[in-house]
C-alpha cells in the first residue's frame, strides 16, 4: 500500500478542562491528541490514506488512543505498546479566549521509548510524504529513532515534513531546544511554523524574515502560521500573507496549528509535486484551503474529534 502521509512522534491524552463537578471540583476531559497523531487524523477526515508510528503505554490510555486512531482510519501498524512507561498525558488550562496553557506527565512518557527496532520500514518507504515533529527530539531513544526514520524516508525519495512544536516544559532549557529543533533544518523540504516559534528557528522574530531565512538555508517550501491572522507562505518567488476565516465562536485552539498543517499536506500530496516545484501561488491556494480547516477546528473541544470534513472546508471556502 502506498500512503499520502506516514508520521512519527507522540499520541498522548490531552485533558482539557470541563467544568465542575457538582462540589466545585474542577473536571477534565480525555482527549486523545498530539501534534503528529493531529495531523494524520485531519488529514484522514480529508480522505487521505495516512500511518502512525509511535510508542503508547500499555495501560487504558494507549489503549484508547489506539482505537481512537483506528477509529479515525489511521494505520496503526507502527504503533507500539510498553510496559515501561505509562502513555503521556498534557493537562491543558484554557484561557477566555481559548488559548492554552500546558503540564506534562511525561517522566518519562512511553513516546519517548521509540527506538530504532520499532520502527516499520515498510511505512516510511511507501509514502509520498513523512512528517515529524519535535517532541520526539526531547529524549533518547526516541530521538535517535527519529533521525533513523528520517534517513530510511530521505534514501527512498520520500518528502520530510517538519512541524517544530516548542513546549518549554519538555526541554531542561532554551538553548537545548534550539540545538535540537534546529537539528532537522538540513533534512527539511516542507517546514510549518508559528509565529512565537520563528525566532526559536531563525533567531529573526519577524515571520516574513525568517521564513526567507529558511528558505536561503535551503528548504523550499516554508509555512508560518499567524494565528486568527491567518499565514505568511514562501518559497523561492517570495512571500505571500493569506488571510484567515473568521469563526463563529472559539471554543478551543487546541490541534488548530495540525489541522492546518493537515490540510496543507493533503493538498501538496494530492498535487504529485515536489516542494521545489510548488509556485508562490499554489502556495497560498494550499494555505487558504488550510486556514478553512483551522477555522473549524476551533469551533470545537479537542484534538482529534474536532478535525473538519471536505465538505466543511469546501463550504467555509465559499
Known amino acids: 500500500m502506498r500512503y499520502d502521509v506516514v508520521a512519527l512522534g507522540e499520541t498522548l491524552i ?35 490514506k495516512t500511518a502512525f508510528i509511535g510508542k503508547v503505554g500499555r495501560d487504558m490510555h494507549g489503549d484508547f488512543l489506539l482505537e481512537t486512531l483506528q477509529n479515525a482510519q489511521i494505520d496503526t501498524r507502527g504503533v507500539m505498546q510498553t510496559d515501561e512507561a505509562f502513555t503521556t498525558l498534557a493537562f491543558v488550562s484554557l484561557t477566555e479566549s481559548g488559548e492554552r496553557d500546558f503540564s506534562f506527565a511525561r517522566k518519562p512518557g512511553a513516546d519517548t521509548l521509540l527506538c530504532d527496532a520499532d520502527l516499520d520500514m515498510e511505512l516510511l518507504q511507501n509514502t509520498n510524504i513523512f512528517h515529524v515533529g519535535s517532541l520526539s527530539l526531547t529524549d533518547e ?12 524516508a530521505k534514501a527512498a525519495g520520500v518528502v520530510l515534513s517538519y512541524d517544530p512544536n516548542y513546549r518549554a516544559l519538555l526541554w531542561p532549557d532554551v538553548q537545548t531546544a534550539i540545538d535540537h529543533m534546529r537539528s532537522l533544518l538540513p533534512l527539511t523540504d516542507v517546514m510549518k511554523l508559528s509565529d512565537n516559534e520563528c525566532e526559536l528557528l531563525t533567531s529573526l522574530a519577524d515571520p516574513a524574515q525568517a521564513a526567507k531565512h529558511l528558505v536561503a538555508g535551503g528548504i523550499p517550501l516554508v509555512v508560518v502560521t499567524l494565528g486568527a491572522e491567518g499565514a505568511l507562505v514562501c518559497t523561492k518567488d517570495g512571500v505571500q500573507t493569506v488571510p484567515g476565516f473568521a469563526c463563529e465562536t472559539v471554543v478551543d485552539t487546541t490541534g488548530a496549528g495540525d489541522a492546518f498543517w493537515g490540510a496543507f499536506l493533503s493538498m501538496l500530496s494530492e498535487c504529485s509535486k515536489y516542494p521545489e516545484e510548488i509556485s508562490l501561488d499554489e502556495a497560498a ?29 469546501m463550504e467555509r471556502l465559499r
Open 14 to 48: 490531552d485533558f482539557t478542562p470541563a467544568g465542575r463537578s457538582a462540589s466545585g471540583m474542577r473536571l477534565f476531559e480525555q482527549n486523545p491528541g498530539g501534534a503528529p497523531a493531529n495531523v494524520l487524523a485531519a488529514l484522514a477526515k480529508l480522505g487521505k
Open 141 to 152: 531513544p526516541a530521538r535517535s529513532a527519529t533521525f533513523s526514520a528520517i534517513r530510511a
Open 285 to 313: 491556494d494550499f494555505a487558504r484551503f488550510a486556514c478553512a480547516a483551522a477555522s473549524l477546528c476551533v469551533e470545537k473541544r479537542g484534538a482529534i474529534p474536532a478535525m473538519p470534513t471536505l465538505q466543511a472546508v
